[in-house]
């Protein structure tokens, strides 16, 4: 598994989607002028989303989890203003409430907690993984942004989409930054939760149904470097009322657990 060349020659493309134009801790985030499907892709809103809550903390403060609601669908083509409240500075711990605005109505809420790293313990259980890298097969999925990263699925998947698990890195070099490379993590963990959230006995078609997240969190555990592949795996908690509840975990080649996620979407026939 050779990893991409990691040097920036120029911003990358997840550095683009976070050069806003900012006032005070108002920001200004320019978004695509269209994109795959009706909606702005979660991932993308999501890291923008978190990377406004960090331009407020102190650098050496970095993402230790996020929690958010897509409250509405966004739009292509309009930029989004991202409103932070700082809730809470602490020596350890930075607390930030982010309120993204489109056409004056709130798209999405989110509450982010960042951590100063401290000294401690670094275990985790061993897990037997749910794909080999060997036994993947690449694919180039047609759902949102998902040309920004090769992709090895399990083999037999022939759906729009990459349904997990699967091995995932980015195709172009990305910055040495933290809280950017956080971002990108934010971003890819969108793929794959909603197609795995669907009720039992549902076919992965986009033309079945309607179905859309609700809401999605991110545990960040460990450096994360998009050049490397990872394996992401999301597993079925439960299906009720017209909602699907799952739970991801974003491994290293090496087996380290780098972030865990949850995420609720629905599911309507």
């Known amino acids: 598994m050779t ?3 990691s040097g920036c020659d ?6 683009r989607l976070l050069d806003f134009e900012r006032r005070g801790d108002v920001f200004v985030a320019p978004n695509p002028p269209r994109g795959p499907g009706n909606r702005l892709f979660g991932g993308l809103i999501a890291a923008q989303a978190l990377a406004a809550a960090g331009a407020t903390v102190e650098p050496d403060k970095l993402p230790q989890s996020l929690h958010l609601y897509f409250v509405r669908g966004g739009e292509y083509g309009v930029d989004v203003e991202l409103r932070v ?17 489109q056409h004056g109505k709130v798209i999405l809420e989110m509450i982010a907690s960042f951590h100063r790293a401290e000294v401690a313990a670094d275990w985790q259980p061993p ?36 349904v997990p698990p699967f091995w995932i890195r980015t195709r172009d070099p990305i910055e040495d930054d933290a809280l950017v490379r956080a971002c990108a993590l934010t971003f890819l963990s969108d793929f794959g939760p909603v197609p795995v959230a669907r009720p039992p006995g549902v076919p992965l078609d986009p033309h079945v149904g309607y179905a859309a997240s609700l809401d999605h969190a991110v545990w960040f555990h460990r450096a994360f470097d998009p ?10 908690l439960t ?16 087996g380290a657990l780098i972030a865990s996620t949850t995420q609720e979407a629905l599911w309507r026939f």
């Not at 020596?91 to 605005?101: C, E, K, L, P, Y």
């Not at 050049?227 to 079925?236: L, P």
């Not at 299906?239 to 090496?254: C, I, K, M, T």
Request: no cysteine.
């Open 3 to 5: 990893p991409v060349n």
């Open 10 to 15: 120029r911003p990358s493309w997840i550095a």
């Open 85 to 101: 409240e700082r809730t809470r500075d602490g020596r350890s711990f930075d607390t930030r409430r982010v309120t993204a605005v």
């Open 127 to 162: 897990v037997v993984p749910a794909l080999e890298f060997d036994d993947a097969v690449p694919k180039k999925p047609t759902m949102g942004f998902a040309d920004r990263f090769d992709m090895r699925v399990t083999p037999g998947d022939d759906s729009d989409f990459a």
């Open 227 to 236: 050049h490397q592949w990872h394996r992401y795996e999301v597993r079925s």
């Open 239 to 254: 299906n009720s009322d017209a909602r699907g509840l799952v739970a991801g975990s974003l491994y290293s080649a090496s």
